[in-house]
Nanobody, 129 residues
Framework: QVQLVESGGGLVQAGGSLRLSCAAS??????????LGWFRQVPGKEREFVATIGWTSSRVYSTYYADSVKGRFTISRDNAKNTVYMQMTTLKFEDTAVYYC?????????????????WGQGTQVTVSS
């Protein structure tokens, strides 16, 4: 099994920045092969895709972002540290949510939460106006 633990959330002013981290353990030695993603959720709304990073069919890494965060958020991974990051800049009030990292056994990218096999506990990001 794989355990994922997010950190880095908090309260930030609109226009500010945060970097979220997600550390994997349990099967961390295999994390390099997994597809990874970030999702977010607010009360009363379904979980929303944010960003993903994984292997393409040509066996190189690729990233994909939701339109709402493209150009502001950057997903990255450090396989040696078994960690995935999301750098968030120019934060808006609408970015306020609980952010979850996720991992899937298959190595490709995915925007579909149902494709992911492991989930972290979430970290709260609150953006004040």
């Amino acid at each position: 099994q794989v355990q994922l633990v997010e950190s880095g959330g908090g309260l930030v002013q609109a226009g500010g920045s945060l970097r979220l981290s997600c550390a994997a353990s349990g099967r961390a030695f295999s994390t390099y092969a997994m597809g990874l993603g970030w999702f977010r959720q607010v009360p009363g709304k379904e979980r929303e895709f944010v960003a993903t990073i994984g292997w393409t069919s040509s066996r190189v890494y690729s990233t994909y972002y939701a339109d709402s965060v493209k150009g502001r958020f950057t997903i990255s991974r450090d396989n040696a540290k078994n960690t995935v990051y999301m750098q968030m800049t120019t934060l808006k009030f609408e970015d306020t949510a609980v952010y979850y990292c996720a991992a899937k056994t298959r190595g490709g990218t995915s925007q579909n939460s149902q494709d992911y096999d492991y989930w972290g506990q979430g970290t709260q990001v609150t953006v004040s106006s």
